[in-house]
């Protein structure tokens, strides 16, 4: 049997492990990205590892989420992340030039590489034939320092698409119909790769919006061939040099397959309070929409907006409705304005924002009292634009447009009628702007070395766990129910997002909405442990989700199963994640009860834990699914000791074979 692209990839980058599914491997990483909101402790965990500069190809700091700098925090945040960039040899993205997924794809990744970005969505770079891999912001200060990074060998599901979309149907559609299928915690330990004579006729931002979405389904990450139309987008970008053909092998082996015919599709909705509560668009009940928003990594390629214009042209946005756009990045911004686009958006009443991720994560624009917010962004999860009693719709640019105009759910269609086929002549552009004005690339290694890193009030120290210790005698200070997000556990909004590098503060609103008592309690506490439902942290990257409880207390999380990224947030920042052996003991526990481990560390490395509850006098097993890596990390305390131990552990040999060298002579 032939391989898949991903085997490929993944071959071409190994190290050591096993590449059967399930197990652990370790791979060199190229590439690495973080953005503003989560990267201050990203930053400050590499300044305490202690190295001179980054060891990946490149590495990038994206300044793009929280452009409102409503107080000195946000602007400390950036002057500190450009700093230090400057002082450990990384790229640095200015506020303006774009969101990160969107300017990486377009301005650094290339075909058969892997990166590592402090970003869930970071999988949108899969759309260029690259395996992209969202983690903790612990992991990519892992990644820079060039070690090679764990990761659990995927299994391969390929997702074949055939025949085109109709007008009016968006790539959107397809990443909604994966979700409606698969489920939101369906693609944990997969990768998508998608092929077929209909992902050969989507371009690289439509790919795109397939790839960065596919982390909604829990995979490790989504990818598209390197093909002819990758060849057409580095060509735009002026990079073909970057470019090389990367497929599958036509007899490829895959642990599963999906098929999907293209022509079937309809315009759909993602509703309210999860991205795989998928319906049809016209069965969806006709409430008044409140607000609207076309933005995000997700959507706003340059044919996603102009198609939304072309719906919106001549008419105007209903007056009942709040209509906003964000534009993922200056080149697309540019490019739509030189077509006559923006003209349209803004002659239609609609409002553009700064090019910046902005409401996507609640950074303004909080919809109304019970409103119902219509977004082309990638999360409905409750609170996730600001208000936790709004009601967001995931949807299309197409069929969002066509909702502002008409104050209700409506398509593309609904609106143009027959003419919805001229929405089919929209293409990318043959040539992007190329200015890389906005980027600072990194400063030679001797006049980097005369960086000074300036660190405001706000860049407070990284907070480091404590070392397990052989007895546990803890409260449950929080029971906490199925699907909690990292947005229910750290939230988001211009607020919050500005107190991600002061954690003291920071902490005190852990849990906030949807336990405003939690953060209080378990600091009364002192210790304790969390015990939650299925797929507990799914959602963002944010590796606050787990240094939050972590200051407070929070020994381990015991829950019926753990998303990805948050599990090895977990493991890196001190928390131990266990599993239920037996679901059904999850009942009989009840928030404050006592619970008791002995012996913990001898038990940890049989990845089988007893736990007694004291209160309701019944003993129970968890599981621990991590890899032998992962067990050193937990019983080091936390990645950063694990890491500055190994690395501590080369030097010394290093200094040991320079001795013995000159011995010899
Ligand atoms: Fe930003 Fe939203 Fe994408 S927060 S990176 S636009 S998912």
Known sequence: MGKSLTRKIIESHYVSGSMIPGEEVFLYIDQTLTHDINAVMTYLAFEAIGLDRVRTECSVSYLDHNLLYVDHKTPDDHIYLQSAARRYGVYVSRPGNGICHAVHVARFGAPGKISMGGDSHTPHGGAIGMLCIGVGGMDVATAMTGVPMRLKMPRVVNVVLHGRLRPGVNAKEIILEMLRRVTIKGGLGNVYEYTGDGAAALEVPERATITNMGAEMGATTSIFPSDDAVRRFLRAQGRETDYRELLPDENAEYDEQIVINLDQLEPLAACPHQPDNVKPLREVEKKPVQQVFIGSCTNTSYADVAKAALVLQGRHVNETVSCTCAIASRQTYKALMHDGYIDMLMDAGLRMLEIA???????????????????????????????????????SPESAAATAVMGTFASAEDILGADVAKLAGIREPEVYDQNDNMLIAPLPEEEAAQVEIVRGPNIRPLPVPEVPEQELHVPVSLKAGDNVSTDDITPASAEFS?????IPMMSKFCYHRYDPEFAERAKVMGRSIIVGGENYGQGSSREHAAINPMYLGVKCVIAKSIARIHKGNLVNHGIIPMLFEDPADYERICQEDILEIHHLLDQIPEKRVIVHDVTQGFDFTVRLDLSENEIEVVLSGGQLRFLKKQLDGQKHTEVQKEKAQKEKE
């Not at 917010?373 to 967001?392: D, E, L």
């Not at 500005?498 to 002061?502: A, D, K, P």
Request: proline share 7%; with cysteine; aromatic share 4%.
């Open 357 to 395: 991720c902005g409401p996507c994560c609640a950074i303004g624009q909080t919809p109304a009292t019970e409103g119902i917010a219509v977004r082309t962004s990638n999360r409905n999860f409750k609170g996730r634009a600001g208000n936790p009693n709004a009601k967001i719709y995931l949807v």
């Open 498 to 502: 500005s107190m991600r590098s002061n």
